[in-house]
């Protein structure tokens, strides 16, 4: 008897903490269809990945997690930019060979789709040459998305030059109802770095290239919460935001290892009192701008629990606060004893904000963290601004516990951010928005 060959999707992440975990998330919604999915990562980070997993981990039927050899053997890819760089350019020709090793098994397992992180070009690239369907995904907000494709009008308006730096002082608005970016706001900006803006320019101008031949842009936020930028994407379908399920909470798709101690902390806690701070995988605070933050924090007499991934916190912290080196973030957010959330607004973070209801503080410090901090504090109204020390060029000790202060007693914060938290859940409900999309979108990847 023949059997009936089983859909087959390669989800191709980038190899970064913020890129891998919500496309993991998909990766499950997905399988949860009765797909088969492949998830492949380059060699470094699988295994960042594969350490990660907790011992509850159970393998899902129909979900295999695989990696393409990148050469960096035991090294940190995070640490050398210009090595990732370099590793990436050679990743076509890898990902090529993976796909025909996959396809020479048997005719069962014939890559059916590919879909892949919109940083990740290479990947779609590719699947476009071997003639088979594909998606990009964005994992950054829409509004990041459509101001990367307005890149070749930036230029030729010399607002920018060809490696992304600017020549005029000037604001870009899109739409009445985006933040307008300052020049200095651009998400691949990095003034005091030439070579990662290159880098992050480099990925940024070859977006706006990919998403041309990309059957659908799958987008991880919803609808609702910014039309007028989805509105500017071409073939975007809004499928967000991709948070881990009940079900599969145990692979929530982080690269390091979640401490689950804080939630046993943080049942023991009272209700609504606890200031969480994080600041993602990338973001490393200067001696002067830690110790502002360690004193802030200490000043409050409140509980907090602190994410420091080096794990350098001054024991002087722990007397109302917990420290940890990584926390299972969503259980955190969703937990009843947080108050509020220091955050860099990260997407992911912003997002995981949202859906739970928690207000924010913002600490924004690179790439799409500024924007995301306008739609946080001026858009949804949601959270709070840091003003800058002008002599120390540092957050005080005294802003920091002031505005968090703030923070906790503004019931209208309060109150927009739970009005928005029900309208993000709404759109992943069913007949949401998003939920209809992603239907739509699975309808559309298998149809023939």
Same mark, same amino acid.
């Given at each position: ?12 992440? +980038? ?45 899902? #039927? ?18 050398? %930019?210009?090595? %990732? ?49 594909? /998606? ?73 290239? +990919? ?59 009272? /209700? ?77 973070? +912003? ?15 690179? %790439?799409?963290?500024?924007?995301? #901090? ?69 309808? #559309?990847?298998?149809?023939?």
């Amino acid at each position: 008897m023949t059997s009936v060959k089983q859909f087959h999707v390669l989800v191709v992440p +980038t190899p970064a903490q913020g890129h891998v975990a919500p496309l993991v998330k998909l990766a499950h919604q997905i399988v949860d269809h009765g797909i088969k999915v492949t998830f492949v990562n380059i060699e470094s980070a699988h295994k960042k990945f594969v350490t990660a997993l907790p011992d509850t981990y159970v393998e899902r #039927q129909g979900m295999r997690f695989a990696s393409i050899p990148d050469g960096l053997g035991s090294k940190d890819h995070r640490k050398d %930019v210009l090595e %990732v760089h370099e590793i990436i350019q050679n990743m076509p020709h890898r990902f090529k060979e993976f796909i025909e090793k996959i396809n020479g098994l048997e005719e069962d397992a014939k890559v059916d789709y590919v879909i892949a992180d919109l940083t990740a070009n290479w990947a779609l690239e590719v699947a476009a040459e071997m003639g088979i369907k594909r /998606a990009g995904v964005c994992v950054t907000g829409p509004a990041s998305l459509a101001l990367t494709l307005q890149i070749p009008k930036l230029i030729g308006d010399g607002i920018i030059d060809i490696n992304g730096t600017s020549l005029k002082d000037e604001s870009i608005c899109l739409s009445d109802n985006i933040p307008i970016w300052y020049t200095d706001e651009f998400v691949w900006s990095f003034p005091s770095n030439p070579t990662m803006q290159k880098i992050c320019f480099e990925h940024a101008s070859r977006k706006s290239q +990919t998403i041309k031949f990309c059957d659908w842009i799958l987008c991880n936020t919803c609808y609702e919460t910014d039309p007028s930028a989805c509105d500017l994407v071409p073939n975007i379908l809004t499928i967000g935001p991709l948070l881990a399920s009940n079900e599969h909470s145990h692979s929530s798709g982080s690269m390091r290892l979640e401490d689950s101690t804080c939630i046993s902390w943080l049942d023991n806690q009272p /209700a609504g009192s606890v200031v969480y701070v994080a600041f993602g995988s990338a973001v490393v605070l200067s001696h002067e701008q830690f110790e502002e933050l360690e004193h802030g924090l200490a000043s409050l007499g409140k509980p907090f629990l602190w994410v420091v991934p080096s794990n350098i916190a001054n024991e002087s912290v722990s007397k109302f606060g917990k420290v940890v080196e990584w926390a299972p973030q969503e259980k955190v957010l969703a937990h009843p004893s947080t108050a509020c959330f220091v955050s860099h607004c990260g997407w992911n973070s +912003t997002l995981e904000g949202l859906s739970n209801g928690v207000p924010f503080l913002c600490w924004p410090n690179f %790439v799409d963290q500024f924007h995301n #901090q306008k739609y946080i504090c001026d858009v949804w109204k949601i959270g709070l601004r840091l003003d800058t020390d002008k002599s120390s060029g540092v957050f005080s000790r005294c802003e920091i516990k002031g505005k968090i202060e703030k923070l906790l007693s503004d019931d209208g914060i309060k109150e927009n951010a739970l009005k928005l938290k029900e309208i993000v859940r709404g759109s992943l409900a069913n007949h949401g928005s998003s939920s209809r999309n992603l239907e739509y979108f699975i309808e #559309q990847m298998m149809a023939d």
